[in-house]
């Protein structure tokens, strides 16, 4: 049978506008992040965060009500980065009561005692950080970290983030952790991200002290 030029034309076409939107589906960069404090020891639970210097051609939703879990008398996660705007849940998981408060300058809140499997939602509208404690267990503590950056991503137990399928071009990069010294904020950086791997550092001067959450003994909750 034989093709008609319209036919043959036709199919150039498509094969033309399949290899540009395959081109353009290739082109994502991704970029490993290696979080350690001074020492040079790993740091879990540190929030690296990008801000892109131009305008996505998919801009990043962002989560839809992620969770600050009460479990076994601990909050979970122990650092919760989310962006401005965004409903955070406060779901009881324990068969006891917890009573969740915030007296952060970002955003004050208190959860009167609420039981198990019931659910709080509180929307955080300002940047900054917002420690967590509840009046019950004093061992419990965690942070949520809010941020104007539309992508963001925490270290895992090796100190190590990865931001995957990153749009190419220009990104500002800031990293936050819950031990930081004000001073020790590293200064954003505007770094290029290309097709392919990339990877970066950041080094964080930690207080001497800094809150962990430590599970409550046997019988204590
Ligand atoms: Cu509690």
């Not at 040079?40 to 989560?63: H, K």
């Not at 930690?206 to 046997?218: F, H, M, S």
């Amino acid at each position: 049978m034989r093709m008609t030029l319209r036919k043959i034309l036709g199919v150039m076409v498509t094969l033309g506008t399949l290899s540009s939107f395959l081109a353009s589906a290739a082109v994502a960069g991704n970029l490993i992040v290696s979080v350690s404090n001074k020492k040079g020891e790993s740091l879990e639970n540190a929030v690296v965060m990008l801000t892109p210097q131009f305008t996505l051609s998919t801009p990043v939703v962002a989560a839809d009500s992620p969770e600050m879990r009460q479990e076994g008398a601990l909050f979970s996660p122990f650092v919760l980065p989310v962006k401005v705007g965004t409903k955070v849940s406060f779901p009881n998981f324990d068969e006891f009561r917890h009573h969740v408060y915030s007296f952060s300058k970002t955003k004050r809140f208190e959860l009167r005692l609420y039981g198990k499997d019931e659910t709080n939602f509180i929307t955080f509208e300002k940047p900054g950080i917002v420690a967590l404690g509840c009046n019950i267990h004093d061992n419990m503590l965690s942070y949520i970290y809010v941020t104007e950056a539309p992508i963001m991503k925490k270290t895992d137990a090796n100190g190590t983030a990865t931001l995957t399928d990153l749009e190419p071009g220009q990104y500002k990069m800031e990293i936050w952790h819950p031990g930081v010294k004000r001073k020790g904020m590293p200064t954003p950086k505007i770094i290029t991200i290309a097709d392919g791997n990339r990877s970066e550092s950041g080094q964080l001067d930690l207080r001497r002290v800094w809150g962990i959450q430590t599970q409550p003994a046997e019988g204590q909750y």
